[in-house]
Every structure is written in C-alpha cells, then in structure tokens.
T-cell receptor, first 113, second 113 residues
C-alpha cells in the first residue's frame, strides 16, 4: 500500500565509501525528486526526473549521481562519502505539468562517520 | 528567485489555544503555496495548498491558511490546538505548478498540556 517507499531507512557508513539509496513509487506519477534535509531541518531539492529524464539539477556535487531506470524508480548513488553528506534524504513524486501535490517517502537517514 | 521565510523556528501553544504559524514568500510570478507537516521520524505530508481561486484554503486536521497577495503571506492557523498537532511545519512555494518546491526553514510546533 505504500505510495512512495525508500530503502534503506537508516544507513551508517564510513567516509570514503560509496552507497546507494533506492526509491519507488506506485502512484503512477511521471516525475520524481530527491531532497536533502540537513541537521537543522532545512529541506532543499537536489534532483528531479521526468519520465527518466533529468530536468532539475541543483548544483549538487558530482559525487551524487541519480539514476532512473523507469518512471517508477529513482535511485541515488553517492561516491566518496563525506561527513557533510550526513542528512536525511527524501524522495518525492508527482504528475508533471500540474499543480498536483508532491508525495514524499519516509526518508533515509544517512550517517557518515 | 523564489524564497520562503517562516517567522519563528519554534512556536509553543497550550492545548486548545489558537495555532498561528507565519509564512512569507517572494515570487516573481503568481505563486503556488503549500504547507507540509512532518511528524518525528516521518516523511512530509501535505496539509493544504493554494494554487488559484479562493484565497482561504482549508486542509486536513482542521488547519487552514489564507493567501494574502498584498502581504505576500500564507499563514497557517488552527482554532484549537491538539496534542497530536506537535510536529515540524514547512511552508513551500512553487512557480509553475508543483515542479520545484522551495521550502522555508520550518517551524517546530509544541503543544503544552
């Protein structure tokens, strides 16, 4: 029944490692997003994909590489993790070209040691 | 560029009292405005949104907000606070539908018994 799901929910890793976060939505939406929420709860968009095409890239370091194998999935791969990457990462989805709501996943809390 | 300012990072009210969370925005075009709520360790859930039409918008859980163009504001209110309203509240603005949300810094609402 979950509309937007993310795995894993928690991720603890060492500096320099490479990790991936997965997102899936079963709402039939064609647009998906990654947001980063820092320790002060500030939310900022990172990427947006529409029908597997990148449409928003908000000056994110190129260590972050999103991939969308199909319009229901958007994964986030992070290379050479740094302490500053510690945050909660949220996936969201919506229909493009509308004023429809963005539906958010439960978040993935990434801790880099 | 769009921006959102939420006045007060922390608001505390008594159970049964009026809840008022303030949000001011800047946008070069008619904005779409949103309020989201985040309960502890959860994702964001839409409370209400303004796109066009009636400027007083009613949302879930008894919340409402009024779009005031002259004041560039979209304040969130609830007549009577309930303990279950304790959460983080985010105001967001979007130009061109829900395609790119810009969030305020959030307001943590605490309800005192």
């Amino acid at each position: 029944d979950t509309a937007v799901s993310q795995t894993p929910k928690y991720l603890v890793t060492q500096m320099g490692n490479d990790k991936s976060i997965k997102c899936e939505q079963n709402l039939g939406h064609d647009t998906m997003y990654w947001y980063k929420q820092d320790s002060k709860k500030f939310l900022k968009i990172m990427f947006s994909y529409n029908n597997k095409e990148l449409i928003i890239n908000e000056t994110v370091p190129n260590r972050f590489s999103p991939k969308s194998p199909d319009k229901a999935h958007l994964n986030l791969h992070i290379n050479s993790l740094e302490l500053g990457d510690s945050a909660v990462y949220f996936c969201a989805s919506t229909y493009s070209g509308t004023t429809d709501t963005q539906y958010f996943g439960p978040g993935t809390r990434l801790t880099v040691l | 560029a769009q921006s959102v300012t939420q006045l007060g990072s922390h608001v505390s009210v008594s159970e049964g009292a009026l809840v008022l969370l303030r949000c001011n925005y800047s946008s070069s075009v008619p904005p779409y405005l949103f309020w989201y709520v985040q309960y502890p360790n959860q994702g964001l859930q839409l409370l209400l949104k303004y796109t066009t039409g009636a400027t007083l918008v009613k949302g879930i859980n008894g919340f409402e907000a009024e779009f005031k163009k002259s004041e560039t504001s979209f304040h969130l209110t609830k007549p009577s606070a309930h303990m279950s309203d304790a959460a983080e509240y985010f105001c967001a603005v979007s130009e061109g539908g829900a395609q790119k949300l810009v969030f305020g810094q959030g307001t943590r609402l605490t309800i005192n018994p």
